[in-house]
């Protein structure tokens, strides 16, 4: 059992990669409470398709990824912002307009190049297999800052997020929490680009934070959950795409998603056996 | 329209031909009025007369077409002096996972910084609110878990918590129990021994009448606004509630059917308004008959 669990990690590769997606699904799920508590999922997924053209470039360039995908996640974030602010059109509109049309730039951007289906595969459904000393380093960083400042400015997020109306009498600016929210997600988003893909971001975001959700009843509980969840699922998967030999940001999102299920079911008080068998009452 | 006669420096409140409209129409059409220091407001008007509509502009939320509000002589957003305002109990996302006690603690935030957190002196002052509308034995219930009155003493016991100089409460005796409705009139009567200057907005008249100093009578316009026996006339109430509003032997009823008004279970509500006599008021300084 011990070798079985140990065999993978005798790789280097695999080593960086345990790495590299514990601190992506920890990360995630921390910053995917808030999206889940605030109905930023179509956000997320969307702000996750939009960096395709900045990565892309970046690639073509033969610049550093990284720097492409956080360019793009940023210009997106504030795109959709200066869209909706006008009113002229809804945000969700907004979205879906603007991340279509920087996705399919971003895949026009890549099918000139030679190697298309492999590179854009990698991109879509991520290869953390292939994170390097430097990913990984960068990764930390990211993952470290977003962390800090989400914990340093916690009770400003829950405020602007729980009660904008109190935010806003209170002398706070909630709006620019809202913006600084945005930005860690794009944050987020690039750093996840390695391990599960532009695809499968969102299921990183708001699987762990859900499931998290039937779990707790206090934020902080939450928070510590998904985090569980995200961190789990992410060991979990990785061993299932080794022994398997099958995609590993497949398998850790699948992982996340069966968690997300049992407790759905198996939720004390809020799953849906519990509710179904402690309602004896009147009627059904 | 009466006027109050304090001199404009002692006002608490100033508001000065203020118009708020929400894509075209106007929902306050040059209101103007002045609050002392110190009084207890009801704002009083039937639905969608700008009720809501004025408070969330005293507090800067919504930014009037023309017109002036000053808090202490500052416009909105602008004071030290915290400015505790309790909208409507629907504005508010009851599944966020927050307990009693955190929402309490928020009320404390304007005076911590955004990277400080609730100190000893906060949690203190915390558990006095909360004991103070009786909810310390919840105060660690997932908020999603409270009846109505309770929810709405969670928003009185926060505005406490901040310790406020003007404490604004939109409907606060809309789709409450009797007890959540007798606690908030106690509140607005400890109040006035801390000197906190009080708007409360409402469709109950004879509350208004007993427990306040003032009333300012709405639709869109100000129809009047001084002491209760001055303002609760035939001729206003008629100008306020229009067809809404019957006058029976020294009697008003006010037939209000709540088109906007969703979640407390009620398709149609009645507010009925009885007084002894139309323009005979109560003693005004709100105590029990």
């Known amino acids: ?284 | 329209m009466n006027g109050v006669g304090e001199a404009a420096g002692q006002a608490v409140l100033y508001v000065e031909d203020l118009r708020v409209g929400y894509d075209g129409a106007l929902a306050l059409d040059g209101v103007t009025l002045t609050v002392p220091h110190g009084a207890q407001v009801a704002v009083v008007g039937p639905n969608g007369a700008g009720k809501s509509t004025l408070f969330k502009s005293v507090v800067g939320l919504l930014r009037p077409r023309s017109g002036r509000i000053l808090i202490h002589g500052r416009p909105p957003g602008d004071q030290d002096d915290p400015v505790a305002y309790v909208p409507q109990r629907e504005e508010i996302d009851w599944r966020f996972p927050v307990s009693v006690s955190d929402v309490v603690m928020m009320g404390r935030y304007g005076r911590l910084g955004p990277l400080r957190r609730p100190r000893q002196i906060d949690r203190e002052i915390v558990a006095q609110a909360l004991d103070r509308l009786g909810l310390s034995d919840l105060a660690s219930r997932p908020i999603g878990e409270l009846s109505g009155g309770q929810q709405q003493r969670v928003f009185l016991a926060r505005a406490i918590a901040q310790e406020p100089h003007v404490l604004l409460l939109d409907e606060p005796f809309t789709g409450v129990d009797v007890r959540a409705r007798e606690m908030v009139l106690d509140l607005l009567q400890s109040m006035r021994a801390r000197d906190v200057t009080v708007l409360v907005s409402t469709h109950d008249m004879e509350t208004a009448a007993r427990r306040f100093d003032l009333v300012a009578l709405l639709n869109h316009r100000l129809i009047a606004y001084g002491a209760p026996d001055h303002v609760f006339t035939p001729p206003h109430i008629a100008a306020a509630f229009g067809g809404q509003a019957l006058f029976l032997d020294g009697m008003v009823v006010i037939d209000q059917c709540c088109p906007g008004h969703v979640g407390d279970g009620v398709a149609h509500r009645h507010t009925h308004a009885r007084r002894d006599e139309v323009g005979h008021a109560p003693d005004r300084r709100g105590r029990a008959p």
């Open chain 1, 1 to 284: 059992m011990i070798d079985w669990l140990a065999e993978p990690f005798t790789f280097v590769f695999m080593q960086r990669a345990l790495a590299a997606s514990l601190l992506v699904g920890i990360v995630c799920s921390i910053l995917g409470t808030f999206v889940v508590l605030r109905s930023m999922a179509f956000l997320g997924d969307a702000l996750a398709h939009a960096i395709l053209p900045g990565v892309a470039i970046a690639y073509l360039a033969g610049a550093n990824l990284f720097v492409g995908a956080l360019v793009a996640a940023l210009v997106v974030a504030f795109g959709i912002g200066f869209v909706a602010r006008g009113g002229a059109i809804r945000e969700d509109t907004a979205i879906g307009i603007l991340f279509t049309a920087a996705l399919a730039l971003g895949v026009l951007l890549i099918s000139t190049a030679g190697t298309y289906a492999t590179d854009l595969t990698h991109i879509l459904f991520g290869n953390v297999l292939g994170v390097t000393t430097t990913d990984l380093r960068i990764t930390a960083a990211l993952s470290a800052l977003v962390l800090v400042v989400v914990f340093a400015l916690y009770k400003e997020f829950v405020l602007a997020a729980f009660d904008p109306v109190l935010a806003h009498t209170l002398g706070r600016r909630p709006e620019a929490m809202d913006g600084l929210m945005l930005v860690l997600l794009a944050l987020t988003i690039v750093v996840s680009l390695q391990t599960v893909g532009v695809g499968l971001v969102a299921a990183m975001l708001v699987t762990p934070a859900a499931t998290a959700s039937l779990l707790t009843r206090r934020l902080p509980a939450m928070m510590a959950a998904a985090a569980v969840v995200g961190g789990l699922s992410s060991v979990a998967g990785l061993y299932l795409s080794y022994y398997l030999d099958v995609a590993s940001g497949a398998a850790i999102v699948l992982v996340a998603t069966a968690a997300f299920l049992a407790a759905f079911l198996f939720a004390p008080r809020r799953g849906l056996v519990w509710r179904r068998t402690t309602r004896q009452e009147p009627g059904m």
